[in-house]
C-alpha cells in the first residue's frame, strides 16, 4: 500500500469518527432539551391551570373544542374574540416553553450533562424546602389560631368579627395562609438546609402531645389529630424527590443491585421514561384538568374538614399532591440526565449524591 493510499484511509477514517461524533453530540443535546422541556412544560401547565381555574381562561380543551379539533364535541356557548386570543396565547406558551428550552441547549452546546441534572435538582430541592417551611410555619399557626377559638380565648385578643373572619376557610387561607406561604418561599430562598428529619421528630412530638393531653388530662380537639395528619402527609410525599436525588429509596429486587453501574444507569433511564415521569404527569393532568378535578377543586373553595375546630388546611393536604408531582417531574428530569451523563461516562458520577 502506498503512503497515499494511507493517508486516504486515514481521512476517511477520521472523517467517519468525527461524523459519529456529531451523530452523539446531536443526540445529547436532544436529550437535554427533552429534560428541560419536560420542567418548562409542567412549569406553563401551572400557570395555565391558575389562569383557567382562578381567572376564568378558556384553556387548550375549549380552544380545541370551539374549534372542532381532535373530535371534541363543539362547546355549547363558543367562546368570544377575548377568550380565543387568550386561548391562543396558552397554546403558544407551550411552544414557547419548548423553544427556549432548545435555545438554551444551542447557547449552551458543550455544557455537561451533570450540570444541568444539578441545576434541575436544585430547583426540585428549593419545591421541597418551600414545602417544608409551609407545612412548619402554617401548622404551628393554624393550631394556635384553632386552639385558641375553640377555648374562647380569641375574641378577646382579636375582637369578634375578626375572630368570625378566621371561622371562614376563604379568610383564613387567603389572609393567613398564602403569606405565611410567600414568607416560607423567601425563608427556602436563604435556607439552604433540609428539615425533614426534624419534621419527623415533629410528628412524634405531636402524637406524644395528644397521648399525654388525652390520658393524663383528659383533653382533646380535632386539631391535634389534624396536625399530626398534616405534617405526616407532608413529610410522606415531599421527602421523595428529596430521597430519589440521594438514592434513599428502598429498592426491593434481586437483580438491580447484582447490576454493574453502567446497567444500573440503562434501567434508571428506562424506569424514568416509561414509569417516574410519567408518574408525575398522571398525577398533575387528572388533579389539574379542571376546576373540578381531585386537586383543583378542593383548592379553589378552601376546603376544610368537617370536625368545626380542627385546621383548616385539608385543602393544603389535597396539594400536597400537586407538590409531589411537580418536585418528582423535576427530580427524575435531573435523574434522566445523570444516569445518561453515566451511560457517556463523565466525571462525577456520584456528585449528585449526598447533596442536601
Known sequence: MSAQDTIDTNDLSNTASNKDAADHNVIIRLIRAFAISVVS?????????????????PGLPSLFAHHGWFGLESLRTPLVDNQITKGWLQLL???????LAGLYVFWTPKRPLRADAALLNGFATYIIRTAF????IIGLVDIIISFLRVENFLSPLVGEELTQALGRPQFRGVYVHYPLILLSFVIALFNKSLGFTWLAFLVVLAEFQIVISRFVFSYEQPFMGDLVRFWYAALF???????????????VDVLY??????????????GTLLLGLPLGWIILMTGMWDKTSSINSPLYSFEVSQSGYGLYVKYLMVGFLAVYAVSMITQFSSYLLDNVADLRQEPGGDQLAGKS
Request: charged share 15%; hydrophobic share 55%; proline share 0%.
Open 133 to 136: 417551611w409551609i407545612v412548619l
Open 237 to 251: 410525599l415531599f421527602a421523595s424527590a428529596y430521597t430519589l436525588a440521594n438514592e434513599g429509596h428502598v429498592r
Open 257 to 270: 443491585s447484582r447490576f454493574r453501574k453502567r446497567s444500573k444507569a440503562w434501567t434508571n433511564t428506562v
Open 41 to 57: 412544560i409542567m412549569l406553563v401547565f401551572l400557570i395555565n391551570n391558575y389562569l383557567n381555574v382562578w381567572r376564568q381562561w
Open 93 to 99: 406558551s407551550y411552544f414557547g416553553a419548548v423553544a
